[in-house]
DNA sequence: TGAGTGTGGTTAATCGTTTAACTAACACAA
DNA sequence: TTGTGTTAGTTAAACGATTAACCACACTCA
């Protein structure tokens, strides 16, 4: 690995003036100016970062914690943080939770989340990132950890309000679209599949369900409500009591997209055609959305502005004033397949 | 932060005899190692990672570079990498290609991926990684960039075995469970959809493919080698093809689950019952093999291993003396769901 | 002439560690 | 007494950069 010294050296100058001309900290003349820049030339030479952090204080590198980089919604916006971070001359180092096994520890006791977390915490500041965004929902098990670190801290994707700075998507309006395109196919006899009953999710976008069917004076009819857990299994099974129903809905808006697939197969095992039989939309345009016997059209949730916006929102936290809070809700829009079809008024 | 300057002065020794207690590289006075500890647990000082890296000349880092994070098996990849390294108390940066979308660059020229990927092994380089990771399948991209570069180096997924360090999957032997696990189900008119012709994974399932055909001493009939290009919509209408063969095949062993995919749901418009009219075994245990209208048997992967493995090997050259030659190839396994029916012989 | 002002460059401290080399004190044997 | 070891701890150089402070020289102007 070559050196200021061997520039130095090399130029016949001190390491210094290497150094000045490399940052353009000082006038230095024309000709040592070249000479330097000639032996630099000749021994591609790039400073030593590790050296340079240490001594300005700054890494050029941030923290991401994940909970499974597996998780879809997760890959896609790393992958929004990484092309941003890039852009702007930052490096990442990936931090993950592994959430989705590791309930339990080798004794089969639940997992502290918190003392686990921590430890990833830890291990960030000593390599002294310049800061830290965490991708993930259950950013509860964080907020202790963080709070007395004082290091620009962005909150991805998580649903929460109560944190500073963070970055999301509008459940509601994202829920008030899909809904409103039924309305607007024709369909007044709408019901709703909800994902787990306490999740933030759900709440929010059953808010924006019963805001758009009060818009259109469309009344809510409490035997349209059903409730899943997120799984594929739970929209198999809820559509069978769905279709049970006296008087069957013409649509239905399912929360996500596994659910929906569980509908649609449900559907077509009892000989239903969607979506000329029922039609169905769905939320967070997963992979599988496209490829169900009948395509969904879902909702997309935009993950890698997300995770855009987040890394955008870091880096200002790092360099500029410090903004006391800011949040971003960024926009879901609508992907239109074939599970919804228009009915007749 | 504290530094051991702080510790030193809290305990009344110098700074020397804290970083040899800490390290425990000398031995001390019991009274100094107790005086040291307790000021250490006083402020909880950990030491600072870039200056110790600096001055030896390690950094406990490794830099993973990857084509896309959102291509599924190489997050499930890097998910094993992460897992391994912080159990070794290394960490990972991670450098994304975006090969997935950066074909072209702002002048609609095709994008030089050699000068692209250099630039990411460089940054890694500037960081003083101790090894890098390359997990993907486009390594040609790589080979006369790395070639030069003195740093332990693992290729991860690569199909090729021309590099001298690299962590693969049988793809013959998966092939070969799958087709043998239709012949033991009594199937003996067995048809292949096969991925694009050109590309290494198509070669080597279709050998394994062969091999089983062989050594059931079933013959090969040329009218049952379809060929698509890994996507959805190829499984879909190779599968018109198949089910107009006048004398059609009992089974379908297509080699990998997005076509599979494809077939189910084109069977199921034409009114056939998968399994019952026609099995149907995929390949890749994707996230969609679960959620299909027939859950498909697949051949699973072990993304999460070569990951592991990955990790493990990189740490071995890093830290062991040099292996000359080392490949992994690590064995698939079978996932049984409802795609594959047993035939009365 | 002498004070002030640039210009072009060097010296040396600093960031926070590790570690080879040294010192001081004491014990023990010849 | 002298020499030899052992033990317990310190000093200071090094890793590779940045940058404040300094210096030497030339030029300007009252």
């Known amino acids: 690995m070559t050196t200021l010294k061997d520039i130095a050296k090399l130029a016949g100058v001190s390491i210094a003036s290497v150094s000045y001309v490399i940052n353009g900290n000082k006038q230095l003349s024309e000709e040592t100016t070249k000479r330097i820049n000639e032996a630099i030339a000749q021994t591609n030479f790039a400073p030593h970062s590790l050296a340079k952090s240490l001594r300005m204080g700054k890494t050029l590198t941030i923290g991401v914690l994940v909970e499974d980089i597996r998780g879809m919604p997760i890959a896609d916006i790393v ?8 852009e702007h001359g930052y490096q990442m180092i990936l931090s993950d939770l592994h959430m989705l096994e590791k309930l339990y520890n080798q004794y089969d006791q639940i997992v502290d989340y918190r003392s686990y977390i921590n430890k990833s915490v830890q291990q960030m500041l000593r390599s002294h990132v310049d800061g830290i965004i965490y991708v993930g929902l259950h950013d509860r098990h964080i907020d202790n950890i ?3 670190i004082e290091l620009p801290f962005v909150y991805a994707y ?19 679209d899909a809904v409103n395109y039924l309305i607007n196919h024709g369909h007044r006899e709408i019901a709703v599949l909800a994902g787990h009953p306490d999740s933030f999710p759900t709440h929010q976008r059953m808010e924006g369900f019963i805001t758009s069917l009060n818009n259109a004076d469309l009344p809510i009819r409490d035997e349209y409500f059903f409730y899943g857990d997120w799984e594929y299994p739970s929209g ?21 997209d596994l659910m929906a697939a569980g509908c649609i197969n449900f559907a077509q095992e009892s000989g239903l055609k969607i979506p000329n039989d029922l039609s169905i939309i769905g939320f967070d345009n997963r992979e599988i959305a496209s490829y169900l016997p009948v395509p969904l ?23 500029g004033s410090t903004v006391d809070k800011n949040a971003i809700i960024l926009p879901c829009n609508l992907i239109e397949r074939a599970s919804v079809a228009s009915i007749s008024l």
């Not at 198999?236 to 996500?256: D, G, H, S």
């Open 236 to 256: 198999y099974e809820q559509m069978k009591k769905i279709l049970a129903l006296p008087n069957r809905p013409t649509a239905i808006f399912v929360m996500n």
């Open 79 to 86: 992958n929004g943080i990484e092309e941003n971070l890039e």
């Open 146 to 148: 963080i709070d007395p």
């Open 297 to 319: 059209t879902t909702i997309q949730v935009p993950n890698r502005e997300i995770g855009h916006e987040s890394a955008k929102m870091l880096l200002e936290l790092t360099t």
């Open 158 to 176: 998580s649903h929460g309000s109560k944190h500073d700075h963070y970055v999301s998507y509008n459940n509601i309006d994202g829920a008030m």
